[in-house]
């Protein structure tokens, strides 16, 4: 009861100091974001589009239980798709060389984790994310993500096998 | 089912350092991997910036206050200027033209606030070039070195790390050991109120409610103390045991960075952070870089853009073999084999320091007028990046 009376007070709070609740999370969006489409400075140009929003909308949020964060990530996650399918539609060419090398060294295997993690769905990015880069415990990331903390560990489970498939796929060793 | 939720907990404790079976700790150390490069900061500026484009009915008086501080800044150089300029008095003049060479140091430094410590090495007062050891009760504590850029490297004993940054602002504490007190002492020249006092000249300066006493020597002009009081309790001093004017050119190895075995490698950008490497893709190889060619010695090249923290870079790699291009921000795989250089030689169009690293890494660092190319070898073959680098073609 506590706890959700705490959560409501920074509920409001969040709503209530705008310029708070940007430096409290812009950074973590950014970072989202930055694996979402590759790219920090996409990620950082449309972080501001994801505040702006913010800006115009937080306001007027009714309180369902959940932090001004939770609604950050989704608008942030929609945003992101909607960037992606754009780019999809004005085809993106990447210069991608194939070849047969058969070292693969502390780049080159980042290189293919970066990729590995960008290919997980929206879901698995996210609380992988909140998680590890974040270093949320798994109560407030069940909280973001709006699910039990058990559905979060088994979605941690999922991104994890996928990312070692993919892995896998593109032939990294170790994987 | 029940399976794959013991699996999702063991994971979990993997995760936190837990004990956990093998393939939660398999896992565990690829999802860790995954994350680390989405594990970077945004900047205080960029934050800023993007705050006053999210509110810009804010933005007219929020930039009043950089204004301000702008004219306020520029208004301290234009005195600190003419103070500079200002002819001191006979004393304060000598003295500081008697610094005006290169000089082998060793202070004392006592204060009843910190440990005792002594520091020792040379210190050019024309140039700026400063390579001293800082040393306890238990031996050496850290060791700096000021190159005539202004670039600097500390190395700590007690974390056996060193931090190579382009100038001691970027640096925590910046370069204290390695300039202060000769520079603060310097600096003193210029406001200090002069007295002469039994064979010596007594400066004084009083910067808030710290008094500063240098004690100069009436006949080199070279300070022999440096004491700091307040309220008329001494504070700290430092003592000159040794100030010997070199009387030729000191030797290159004076100036170089000792080998610390085992040592890691933080490289800082000019504001203080840590460059690291932000993102890293695929792409083409831009026009003028220079590379070894589509093949080198069998293997392809495999062509990567490399973001780093305040700069970019271009990676090409054929096996282990790697040639970086990059600007002003060295990336961090060729400061991490970086040593002292062993062998200098000139190619067309530039020049080549080759260092080799303890564990068996070679580093062929090439200057061209366009740009920096380093060539890193970590096959074990000293000859490897040296005779790459010799072959080194720009694209077109």
């Known amino acids: 009861m506590e706890e959700g009376l705490d959560a409501y007070r920074v509920f409001r709070r969040e709503q209530g100091d705008f310029e708070a609740l940007f430096r409290a999370h812009y950074p973590e969006i950014v970072r989202y974001l930055a694996v979402r489409l590759g790219s920090r400075d996409d990620a950082l140009d449309l972080a501001s589009e994801v505040f702006a929003e913010a800006w115009r909308r937080v306001p007027g949020l009714q309180w369902r239980?959940?932090?001004?964060?939770?609604?950050?990530?989704?608008v942030s996650a929609n945003m992101a798709a909607d960037e992606l399918k754009r780019r999809a539609r004005t085809s993106t060419v990447r210069d991608v060389e194939d070849d047969d090398a058969s070292v693969v060294d502390d780049v080159d295997t980042r290189l293919a984790l970066t990729e590995a993690l960008r290919t997980l769905t929206p879901e698995h990015q996210l609380v992988v994310?909140?998680?590890?880069?974040?270093?949320?415990?798994?109560?407030?990331v069940a909280r973001v993500m709006n699910r039990s903390v058990a559905a979060c560990q088994m979605l941690m489970l999922r991104a994890a096998r996928s990312l070692r498939a993919a892995l896998q796929a593109e032939g990294v060793r170790g994987a | 089912m029940p399976d794959e939720h013991v699996l999702a907990l063991d994971l979990d404790r993997a995760l936190a350092g837990e004990d956990a079976g093998d393939e939660a700790r398999e896992l565990a150390a690829l999802l860790v991997a995954a994350a680390e490069p989405a594990r970077f900061d945004v900047t205080d500026a960029e934050l800023e910036r993007a705050l006053r484009a999210v509110r810009p009915q804010r933005r007219t008086r929020r930039r009043l206050l950089p204004a301000l501080a702008l004219v306020g800044a520029a208004a301290a150089v234009a005195v600190a200027a003419w103070i500079a300029r200002t002819p001191g008095s006979e004393v304060q003049a000598r003295a500081?033209?008697?610094?005006?060479?290169?000089?082998?140091?060793?202070?004392?430094?006592?204060?009843?606030?910190?440990?005792?410590?002594?520091?020792?090495?040379y210190v050019d007062g024309r140039t700026g070039r400063a390579h001293v050891r800082v040393s306890g009760s238990r031996g050496l504590v850290s060791e700096t070195v000021v190159a005539a850029n202004g670039s600097v490297q500390r190395w700590l004993?007690?974390?056996?790390?060193?931090?190579?940054a382009p100038s001691c602002d970027a640096l925590p504490g910046g370069c204290a050991e390695a300039l202060d007190p000769l520079d603060l002492y310097?600096?003193?020249?210029?406001?200090?109120?002069?007295?002469?006092?039994?064979?010596?000249?007594?400066?004084?300066?009083?910067?808030?409610?710290?008094?500063?006493?240098?004690?100069?020597?009436?006949?080199?002009y070279l300070p022999r103390r440096i004491e700091w009081r307040e309220a008329g309790r001494?504070?700290?001093?430092?003592?000159?045991?040794?100030?010997?004017?070199?009387?030729?050119?000191?030797?290159?190895?004076?100036?170089?960075?000792?080998?610390?075995?085992?040592?890691?490698?933080?490289?800082?950008?000019?504001?203080?952070?840590?460059?690291?490497?932000?993102?890293?893709t695929r792409g083409s190889l831009p026009r003028g870089a220079r590379w070894l060619g589509p093949r080198y010695e069998g293997r392809p090249a495999r062509?990567?853009?490399?973001?780093?923290?305040?700069?970019?870079?271009?990676?090409?790699?054929?096996?282990?073999?790697?040639?970086?291009?990059?600007?002003?921000?060295?990336?961090?795989?060729?400061?991490?084999?970086?040593?002292?250089?062993?062998?200098?030689?000139?190619?067309?169009?530039?020049?080549?320091?080759?260092?080799?690293?303890?564990?068996g890494g070679v580093v062929a660092d090439a200057t061209f007028r366009e740009g920096n190319v380093a060539v890193v070898s970590r096959s074990g073959d000293k000859e490897d990046a040296v005779r790459a680098v010799q072959r080194l073609v720009r694209a077109e």
């Open chain 2, 234 to 280: 001494r504070i700290s001093e430092t003592r000159f045991t040794v100030l010997d004017r070199q009387r030729g050119p000191v030797g290159a190895d004076a100036w170089a960075m000792s080998e610390h075995p085992g040592a890691r490698v933080v490289q800082l950008t000019s504001k203080g952070e840590r460059v690291r490497v932000l993102a890293v």
């Open chain 2, 157 to 164: 004993a007690a974390s056996n790390t060193t931090t190579a």
């Open chain 1, 129 to 140: 994310h909140l998680r590890l880069v974040e270093g949320l415990p798994f109560e407030d």
């Open chain 1, 65 to 74: 239980g959940r932090p001004v964060r939770a609604w950050l990530y989704r």
């Open chain 2, 96 to 121: 500081a033209h008697a610094l005006d060479a290169t000089f082998f140091v060793v202070e004392q430094v006592r204060s009843p606030l910190f440990a005792a410590t002594d520091v020792s090495g």
């Open chain 2, 186 to 220: 310097l600096r003193t020249l210029r406001h200090a109120h002069v007295r002469t006092l039994a064979g010596a000249y007594v400066l004084t300066v009083r910067s808030g409610k710290v008094e500063q006493l240098v004690t100069v020597d009436r006949r080199t």
């Open chain 2, 303 to 359: 062509v990567a853009a490399v973001r780093l923290t305040g700069g970019n870079a271009v990676r090409i790699s054929y096996g282990p073999l790697v040639v970086w291009n990059y600007d002003t921000v060295v990336p961090p795989a060729v400061v991490e084999l970086r040593g002292p250089a062993v062998k200098t030689f000139q190619i067309p169009g530039g020049i080549v320091h080759a260092s080799f690293a303890a564990d």
